[in-house]
């Protein structure tokens, strides 16, 4: 396997996990639908390790008096960062 088509598996990897934390942020808008939440339990087990790593130096920000969390938001923004690194060795 040549390097960069290791390179494009790993930006491929790396575009599918930001889609998956995607997907786990808006399902939380979901809570009332039973098929929503077990997708977001399943996810939350992948998803929950890295985004936890930024919810621990990302504040929480005040909206309305209700706390908005921006971690994934950060979470995306570093694995896009990443990504555009990762293809830089293409």
Not at 16 to 21: E, M, T
Not at 35 to 58: D, H, M, N, S, W
């Amino acid at each position: 396997m040549s390097s960069g088509s290791i390179v494009n598996v790993l930006v491929a990897a790396l575009q599918f996990y930001s889609f998956l934390i995607l997907i786990y942020v808006l399902l939380s808008w979901l809570q009332s639908v039973a098929f929503a939440q077990e997708l977001r339990r399943v996810l939350g087990t992948i998803c929950e390790p890295y985004i936890g790593l930024f919810r621990k130096i990302v504040p929480k920000v005040g909206a309305g008096g209700v706390g908005l969390d921006l971690s994934p938001l950060v979470a995306i923004l570093v694995l896009q960062v990443i990504i555009r690194l990762v293809s830089s060795l293409r």
